[in-house]
C-alpha cells in the first residue's frame, strides 16, 4: 500500500477551491536516516576529476560552487518521482538559490524528451545523460532503482550527500539534508568473479522477418521488457517503459495502430474526490496509472496488467485527508479502440503471522484455461528500510529458521474474474540454504495441452502438472553449482550479503520457454549470453546455441520464444540509436 496525505490548509466552499501544503509519505514509509536506507548512493573513490569533467560538460552556467541535483531512472519508480518537485519546493522555502539540476538517467533521447515534458519537473536545468555516468558511483541495490537527491561540489567533482526519494519529504528532512556534509564514498569493488567461457554452438542469424517499427513524435519508442504477438501473428503488443503505454503494431507495415493507456475512465475508476481536487493532484504528477505486461486472448482483444491509483478522503482523524493507494488489477481492452472491457481485481487471502505481496506485473496470462498465475512473495527486503530485527516479525525475516516453516509458495493463482484458486509451487531450495527469502522471487508458466509447465526460473527446472494440479514430473534444463556463501555477513549489510549470494550463486536465469513436438526449447541468459537450449525430451540429449547480442549495427534488446505453423522461432526487438526493428529468426 502506498500513502500520501495532503492536509488541507482551508477550504472555500463556493469556489471549491483548495490550498494545499505537502506532507509526503510516500509508499507508506516515515523519515529514515540515511543509513536506515535500503537504497543508497555512493562516489567510487577516485572519481573526482572525471566527475569535474561531467559536470562542465553539462553546458550550465552554476552560480554557485555547491550544487543540488535529482539523479532519476525515468519511471522506473514512478510513484516515488512524485516527491521531486516538493523536495525543490522545500529547498526554495528554505532559502537555496544554489542551482538545482535534474539528470534522466537514459540511453533514449527522444523517448526521454518526451518524458520530461510529461513529467513537468520544477528544476532550473534538465538534462538527458546516458547510463555511462552511473559507472562514477556505486548504489547499495547493485543498480540504480529509485531517484535519488544528491549535492555536489563543483570545483571538487565530489558527492558531499545522498538521499533516495523513498521516505518522508517535508521540511525537517530537507533541512537535514542541506546540512549534511557526510561525503558517502566507497573504495571501487575489484570483482573476483570469473566470467566462464560459455560453450556452444554459435548462431549464424537466419532472418525470417526483419521489419521497422514506425513509432510516432509524440510517443517514441524507449524499452521494453514485455512483447506479446497475437495468435494470426498479425499484430505486436510492447510495453514502452518511459510512457506505460501498450504499443499495438501491424506485423505486415510496421505501422503504429495504436497506442493502449488508461483512459480518463481507468484513472478515476478507484478515485473519490472531486472534479477540482482530482484536476489539482493530476497537476502535481501525484496520478501514475500504468500499464505492464499484457497477453492477447484473440486478435481484437488483449489483457493488460495494470496499477491505477485508489484516492479516497479520510476524516477518521478529524481533519480530512487524502489517502493514496494503489489497485492492482488487469484490465480486458479491445485493441483497436482502447475500450475497458473488463476490470478483474485480486482477491487477497489472507495468511496467518505474514504480510505478503502478489506480483501483479509479472504473471502469466493462460488464455486456454483463463488462469493467472502470480509469482508470490513475503517478508524483507520489501520496502525501504533496512532490516532491524527487533522491529520485524521472525516469519517475515529470511534470515531466521522461522521464514522457511510456513507459506513458501511460489505462485497464487487467479482466475479471469479475480478469484483466487489456489497456491501453487515451493521456494527455491537454494534460496532457502542461502538465507534469501524472496529476494528473486519470480516465475513463468505456460501451458501446453494437458498440461502446465512452471519455472522459477533460477532452479534450472520446469516443473509439470497436471490440470488438478498434481505435480507429475520435471525437465532439468541445467544443474546448479555448488552453493557458494557470501564472504559479507548479513548481520553486517544484509543488502550486500543477498546481492553477492545472488551474484555468486545464479548466473543463469530462464527468460522463456516452450514445448514442441519432443523438444522442450529453453532461452536462458547464461553469464549475460543468451542461449538456447534445445533437448529431446526421450534421449534427453541438449544442443546449446549462443545467441548474438548484436546483430550486425543493431543491438538485441530482446528475445522470446515462438512456435509457428513452420517450425520454433525467435522472435526478437532489435535496436539502433533511435530505431527499432521487430524480427523474427528461424532456429536449427
Not at 35 to 55: A, D, V, W
Not at 77 to 96: K, M, Y
Not at 229 to 239: D, G, I, K, R, T
Not at 493 to 519: G, S
Amino acid at each position: 500500500m502506498e500513502i500520501l496525505k495532503l492536509f488541507f490548509k482551508s477550504i472555500n466552499n463556493k469556489k471549491e477551491k483548495f490550498f494545499l501544503s505537502i506532507f509526503l509519505t510516500s509508499f507508506l514509509f516515515a523519515q529514515l536516516e540515511w543509513e536506515r536506507q535500503i537504497h543508497r548512493m555512493y562516489q567510487i573513490e577516485g572519481t573526482n576529476k572525471l566527475i569535474n569533467q561531467f559536470l562542465k560538460k553539462l553546458d550550465i552556467p552554476y552560480k554557485s560552487d555547491t550544487i543540488y541535483i535529482f539523479i532519476v531512472p525515468p519511471m522506473t519508480a514512478a510513484r516515488i518521482e512524485v516527491g521531486i518537485n516538493p523536495f525543490i519546493s522545500h529547498l526554495r522555502n528554505q532559502g537555496i538559490k544554489n542551482d538545482i539540476i535534474l539528470l534522466a538517467v537514459s540511453n533514449k533521447k527522444r523517448a526521454t524528451e518526451k518524458y520530461l515534458q510529461r513529467r513537468r519537473f520544477e528544476a532550473d536545468y534538465q538534462r538527458i545523460v546516458n547510463e555511462e555516468f552511473l559507472k562514477f558511483f556505486h548504489f547499495s541495490a547493485g543498480i540504480l532503482e529509485v531517484p535519488f537527491v544528491t549535492k555536489f561540489s563543483f570545483s571538487e567533482g565530489e558527492l558531499l550527500s545522498s538521499l533516495s526519494l523513498m521516505g518522508k519529504i517535508d521540511s525537517s528532512t530537507v533541512s537535514a539534508f542541506i546540512a549534511d556534509l557526510s561525503k558517502p564514498k566507497i573504495k571501487r569493488k575489484i570483482s573476483r568473479l570469473i566470467k566462464a567461457r560459455i560453450k556452444g554452438e554459435k548462431y549464424k542469424p537466419i532472418f525470417i522477418k526483419k521489419l521497422k517499427l514506425y513509432d510516432t513524435e509524440e510517443y517514441p519508442i524507449s524499452k521494453t521488457f514485455y512483447i506479446n504477438v497475437s495468435p494470426s501473428e498479425n499484430y505486436l503488443a510492447l510495453c514502452d517503459n518511459l510512457s506505460y503505454r501498450i504499443y499495438i503494431f501491424d506485423l505486415k507495415t510496421g505501422k503504429l495502430l495504436n497506442l493502449l493507456y488508461p483512459d480518463s475512465t481507468e484513472e478515476r475508476m478507484f478515485v473519490n474526490v472531486s472534479d477540482n481536487i482530482y484536476i489539482m493532484l493530476k497537476n502535481m504528477n501525484l496520478f501514475n496509472p500504468m500499464y505492464f505486461n499484457c497477453q492477447f486472448l484473440d486478435d481484437t482483444t488483449i489483457l493488460v496488467a495494470a496499477s491505477l491509483p485508489k484516492i479516497q478522503v479520510d476524516t477518521s482523524e478529524g481533519e480530512p485527508n487524502i489517502g493514496y493507494y494503489n489497485v492492482r488489477c488487469f484490465i480486458k481492452k479491445e485493441i483497436f479502440s482502447n475500450k475497458v472491457l473488463k476490470c478483474i481485481q485480486f482477491q487477497q487471502p489472507s495468511l496467518e503471522k505474514i504480510s505478503y505481496l502478489i506480483r501483479h506485473t509479472d504473471a502469466s496470462i493462460i488464455p486456454q484455461t483463463e488462469l493467472i498465475f502470480a509469482p508470490f512473495s513475503k517478508g524483507w527486503p520489501m520496502g525501504s528500510e533496512m532490516l532491524e530485527e527487533s522491529k520485524i516479525s521472525p516469519y517475515e525475516n529470511p534470515f531466521t529458521d522461522e521464514f522457511y516453516k510456513e507459506h513458501l509458495y511460489q505462485f497464487a493463482v487467479y482466475n479471469f474474474e479475480g478469484k483466487f484458486i489456489r497456491f501453487l509451487g515451493s521456494l527455491n531450495k537454494q534460496f532457502e540454504k542461502l538465507k534469501m527469502g524472496y529476494f528473486l522471487s519470480d516465475g513463468l508458466v505456460k501451458f501446453y495441452y494437458p498440461y502446465y509447465y512452471t519455472t522459477d526460473r533460477y532452479s534450472g527446472k520446469i516443473y509439470i502438472y497436471n490440470q488438478n494440479f498434481n505435480l507429475l514430473d520435471s525437465i532439468i534444463l541445467f544443474e546448479n553449482f555448488p552453493i557458494i556463501t557470501p564472504t559479507i555477513s548479513y548481520l553486517k549489510d544484509p543488502v550486500d550479503y543477498l546481492v553477492e549470494a545472488f551474484k555468486n550463486n545464479f548466473k543463469r536465469r530462464i527468460v522463456d520457454f516452450l514445448i514442441w513436438n519432443e523438444f522442450c526449447y529453453a532461452l536462458i541468459n547464461e553469464e549475460e549470453q543468451p542461449v538456447i537450449y534445445k533437448i529431446n525430451l526421450k534421449r534427453k540429449d541438449k544442443r546449446k546455441i549462443l545467441l548474438p547480442i548484436q546483430i550486425k549495427k543493431e543491438k538485441v534488446n530482446y528475445y522470446i520464444l515462438r512456435a509457428t505453423e513452420d517450425g520454433v522461432v525467435i522472435s526478437a526487438l532489435l535496436e539502433n540509436f533511435e530505431e527499432t526493428f521487430y524480427s523474427e529468426l528461424r532456429l536449427p
